[in-house]
């Protein structure tokens, strides 16, 4: 897979976060992701490493989301969501328009005689013009691990609810269920005398336990309510 480069400052927030991930073999929950950051913060960047989420968050968003290293792959509104590398096209997305506006202010710089520059510089700049990839560093190769970002992910809200009894009419209609299970076979078979009193007894003890279940299933009703 084509990932995206390895950031060009390396004593960057974005190297911070990008050394982060890939010390997390390239996915990572955000909580995750922001102790790893401040593990080897001193190591890279030249400034305090944020000391509560709010601030990771804001630095994560400018400096490596908005710029195309990482992306979220959870939606939004997720507690802890999931981040990963991004896709070279991602990164390119993101990077070049920010290239050709560097690239134009530059040379208008240099025709204002504000700049001094090289012909061969100059030359570099318009092919850039012409076409912003050849200004980009070239993507990163990157092997998946077998472990999915799925695995890591919350559980899905609207899942659990559906899992969920919605009121007493879908546990009555799943004790119902149950008992169909309990009734013995409909075969006719004449009973003998010490099969007599057999199924009574069956029956009172499978009537006890769905009275235990009922009486599970309302608790479990009134606590989720």
């Given at each position: 897979?084509?990932?995206?480069?390895?950031?060009?400052?390396?004593?960057?927030?974005?190297?911070?976060?990008?050394?982060?991930?890939?010390?997390?073999?390239?996915?990572?929950?955000?909580?995750?992701?922001?102790?790893?950051?401040?593990?080897?913060?001193?190591?890279?960047?030249?400034?305090?490493?944020?000391?509560?989420?709010?601030?990771?968050?804001?630095?994560?968003?400018?400096?490596?989301?908005?710029?195309?290293?990482?992306?979220?792959?959870?939606?939004?509104?997720?507690?802890?969501?999931?981040?990963?590398?991004?896709?070279?096209?991602?990164?390119?997305?993101?990077?070049?328009?920010?290239?050709?506006?560097?690239?134009?202010?530059?040379?208008?710089?240099?025709?204002?005689?504000?700049?001094?520059?090289?012909?061969?510089?100059i030359e570099k700049l318009e092919r850039i013009?012409?076409?912003?990839?050849?200004?980009?560093?070239?993507?990163?190769?990157?092997?998946?691990?077998?472990?999915?970002?799925?695995?890591?992910?919350?559980?899905?809200?609207?899942?659990?609810?559906?899992?969920?009894?919605?009121?007493?009419?879908?546990?009555?209609?799943?004790?119902?269920?149950?008992?169909?299970?309990?009734?013995?076979?409909?075969?006719?078979?004449?009973?003998?005398?010490?099969?007599?009193?057999?199924?009574?007894?069956?029956?009172?003890?499978?009537?006890?336990?769905?009275?235990?279940?009922?009486?599970?299933?309302?608790?479990?009703?009134?606590?989720?309510?």
């Amino acid at each position: 897979m084509k990932i995206a480069p390895i950031p060009k400052r390396k004593h960057s927030r974005s190297m911070v976060l990008y050394t982060a991930m890939e010390n997390l073999h390239g996915s990572a929950t955000r909580l995750e992701l922001y102790k790893e950051s401040r593990r080897i913060w001193a190591e890279i960047a030249q400034e305090k490493p944020p000391s509560t989420m709010d601030q990771f968050q804001k630095i994560l968003t400018g400096s490596a989301i908005s710029q195309g290293y990482l992306v979220r792959q959870s939606s939004r509104g997720t507690k802890n969501s999931v981040y990963t590398f991004a896709a070279y096209e991602v990164f390119r997305s993101k990077a070049e328009p920010a290239l050709l506006s560097r690239t134009m202010y530059t040379l208008s710089q240099i025709e204002n005689g504000e700049q001094s520059a090289t012909k061969k510089r100059i030359e570099k700049l318009e092919r850039i013009l012409e076409d912003p990839s050849t200004g980009l560093p070239e993507p990163r190769e990157w092997e998946l691990r077998p472990e999915s970002v799925s695995n890591k992910a919350e559980p899905d809200s609207e899942q659990i609810e559906k899992e969920k009894p919605a009121n007493i009419d879908d546990v009555l209609e799943r004790i119902e269920t149950i008992l169909e299970r309990q009734k013995p076979p409909q075969t006719t078979i004449t009973p003998s005398k010490l099969e007599v009193p057999i199924w009574p007894a069956v029956i009172g003890v499978s009537i006890a336990g769905i009275a235990i279940l009922v009486a599970v299933c309302l608790s479990i009703l009134a606590l989720s309510s």
